[in-house]
């Protein structure tokens, strides 16, 4: 039932509002777009009033008082600026800019800067205290962003966006006076510490003091007036976490969380290095013109007409002499399912490819396998149950380096609603705040998973089950502490109402999914959660695994070893191959034509033809979510290089070389057909 409330009637510079009680004063005043300046503040995370900038008169009395943090009250008359607060502020100003070195270099060439936008604001062009240049420390041992002491005002925005959004709590405030130090975790270095490089501190420090590597600065000429800003959604991981992107002259600047975005997603906006950072990394050579490989075995650039020609002969060579199995088609699940859905229509329908795969699709055959055991549809279940689940039991995966907001939603159900992570293999980022872990040597995870669910099947009376999870746990070699370990997991998992498994590589990646499916099996026996779903979330190593599969892509058979057609087209998006598995599968081709946004390193001396296509920031696509149950719309933000065709576009030319005519003929055919096969 909706309460009704009261509001407050309060006067703001002379003007009368109606606000509703008990907001502070600085919100009442946004609300009704009257301006106060502020630094510690952020809008996404809780008032501290600790810098004081904020300063307004309330009733004319003799203290200022800090809007962020005072609350209004019924009849309240705030002067928000007059000559006496902005001679406070600039004060104020002043000493923070005394305190510290700020004779920043990158600021005056981006704008980007709080600090120094207040400056020019209250006219601030000179100190009357001494300034001080005592030197404090830069780090930079983190691969992702850098922290410089120098410039940090101790506004403790990024402290409290560790702990309130990120949920890491690794920042906080360390020495006293003027030797105060943002810190991570006891005076680590960011490489040393717990921190998860998610870099929500940089996104809201108001200062330089805590940059991204990969782009130290961006010089804009005009500052912020010339930057666009672009929402879309990250296609990383599955998660599809809505972004906020900055874009000036057709570059990237920055890519930062919607902190303000859905109040369902339980990751607050937060983003991860992998989502904020590795875009800004230069992955390899941008491939902008397509290149041939020559009689002389170099490969060298061509024009679109060459590549696509000879690509299109190729296939229908082969296709002639060995029918559709001279043919494979092979695509990376990081690509959109439009895109995705048209490599199909013009590999499958179109020229009938006797094989098809993702570069995922061992995983993909693993699940396939478990649904037929189980005879069960295995729905899966949605990240967004973590923050409820207890215990969390993490097997065979590591979601720092898959999912990374999945590991910082478990540290936030570790430290903040206790809890209970239990961590089965290799696990490096997590095992330190479980309550139990099982580092057991890579590979060995099937076998205790099968172990653990004859244990909790056993319930302490089927003998014969008991006996055959000690001579599995005796297989894996668990000493005395390891298998009290295992029995307390054991126990912890029987006993538990509301558990929740989480299965990654470990166990969905090896040709044996047998531990993949004691652990679905060991769900199952714990029930269901709302919707029908398995009590499982299983990490998928690519962003758009779900979709790929769900379109078909993915191979339900075991394929060769290695794929013996002898004409390939290979479907990639952005990524380095390095698994040396797969290497070994596409070896042999006796032609392999390769889409991709880069030069592949690893593919460059195998590839006969490579053809560029647009990063997924050039080109707009649907993706599907971690447990195959949402879709989101990812818009382009930045126009690909001149040229560069978009990837539907270059199958579709293909296409018409081999004369065939795909089923769609607009992009928004395609988006619509896409739409119904992913249930929209
Ligand atoms: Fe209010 Fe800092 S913004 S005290």
Redesign the pocket.
Do not use: N, Y
């Given at each position: 039932m909706e309460t009704h409330v009261e509001k407050v009637k309060i006067t703001i510079d002379g003007k009368e509002v109606l606000v509703d009680p008990g907001i502070s004063i600085?919100e009442a005043a946004r609300q009704n777009h009257i301006r106060i300046?502020?630094?510690?503040?952020h809008p996404a995370l809780s008032?501290?009033?600790?810098?004081?900038?904020?300063?307004v008169e309330v009733d004319g009395s003799p203290k200022l008082v800090?809007?962020?943090?005072t609350p209004v009250r019924a009849g309240m008359g705030v002067v928000t600026s007059n000559d006496r607060i902005i001679e406070s502020r600039r004060i104020i100003l002043q000493f923070l800019f005394a305190e510290r070195n700020h004779n920043c270099m990158f600021c005056p060439q981006s704008g980007d800067c709080e600090l120094q936008k207040l400056a020019y604001e209250l006219q601030m062009d000179h100190l009357t205290v001494p300034g001080s240049f005592d030197e404090f420390p830069t780090d930079i041992t983190s691969d992702y962003l850098a922290i410089d002491h120098n410039r940090c005002i101790l506004?403790g925005r990024c402290v409290r966006a560790c702990q309130e959004i990120s949920g890491a709590h690794v920042l906080n405030f360390n020495n006293r006076g003027p030797h105060n130090l943002i810190g991570l975790d006891l005076s680590e270095t960011r490489e040393a510490s717990t921190c998860l490089n998610c870099g929500v501190c940089m996104q809201v420090c108001p200062t330089g003091a805590i940059y991204d590597r990969y782009r130290t600065h961006y010089a804009v000429t005009g500052h912020d007036t010339a930057w666009q800003i672009r929402e879309s959604i990250c296609p990383q991981c599955g998660l599809m976490c809505p972004v906020i992107i900055s874009v000036h002259d057709n570059s990237l600047l920055k890519i930062d969380g919607n902190l303000m975005a859905d109040e369902s997603r339980p990751d607050h906006g937060q983003l991860c290095y992998k989502g904020r950072f590795e875009v800004l990394k230069t992955v390899g050579r941008r491939l902008t013109r397509p290149m041939v490989r020559n009689g002389d075995g170099t490969l060298t650039e061509a024009d679109w007409e060459k590549a696509l020609e000879l690509t299109a002969d190729r296939l229908q060579t082969a296709l002639r002499a060995g029918g559709g199995d001279a043919i494979a088609g092979i695509a990376s699940s990081m690509h959109s399912n439009e895109s995705l859905l048209f490599f199909r229509e013009v590999m499958g329908r179109g020229l009938g490819a006797g094989s098809m795969d993702t570069l995922d699709g061992a995983c993909f055959r693993t699940l396939v396998r478990a649904r037929a055991d189980l005879k069960t549809p295995l729905k899966e279940s949605s990240w967004k149950m973590i923050p409820e689940a207890d215990p969390i039991v993490i097997v065979g995966a590591d979601p720092y380096q898959t999912q990374p907001v999945i590991s910082s939603l478990i540290r936030r159900a570790i430290f903040e609603n206790r809890k209970k992570v239990l961590v089965i293999g290799q696990q490096a980022d997590l095992f330190p705040f479980a309550a139990r872990h099982l580092p057991l040597k890579e590979g060995d995870e099937p076998v205790l998973v099968r172990a653990m669910l004859d244990e909790v099947a056993a319930s302490g009376t089927d003998d014969a089950r008991r006996a055959q999870a000690a001579e599995l746990l005796q297989r894996v070699g668990l000493d005395a502490s390891g298998a009290a370990a295992f029995h307390d997991m054991a126990r912890t998992i029987s006993e538990a109402a509301n558990p929740l498994f989480i299965a990654g590589g470990g166990l969905i990646a090896p040709a044996d999914g047998s531990g993949f499916n004691s652990l679905a099996r060991l769900a199952l026996l714990k029930g269901l959660l709302p919707g029908s779903a398995l009590r499982l979330i299983i990490l998928k190593p690519f962003g758009n695994s779900a979709g790929a599969w769900k379109l078909g892509l993915a191979s339900a058979a075991e394929p060769a070893p290695k794929i013996t057609s002898t004409t390939c087209v290979l479907f990639l998006a952005g990524e380095q191959i390095s698994n040396p598995d797969l290497l070994e599968r596409l070896t042999g081709f006796d032609f392999l034509a390769v889409v991709s946004p880069h030069v592949p390193e690893s593919l460059a001396d195998r590839a006969d033809v490579l053809i560029p296509c647009p990063l997924w920031l050039e080109e707009d696509g649907t993706y599907t979510s971690l447990d195959g149950g949402e879709t989101g719309y990812k818009k382009k933000v930045i126009e690909p290089p001149s040229g560069v065709m978009g990837s539907w576009q270059v199958l579709s030319a293909l296409a018409e070389r081999t004369g065939f005519r795909p089923a769609f003929e607009t992009w928004n055919d395609l988006c619509e057909a896409a739409q119904k096969e992913m249930g929209g």
């Open positions: 600085l300046p502020t630094l510690c503040h008032s501290w009033g600790g810098c004081r900038i904020c300063m800090a809007s962020c943090v506004c």
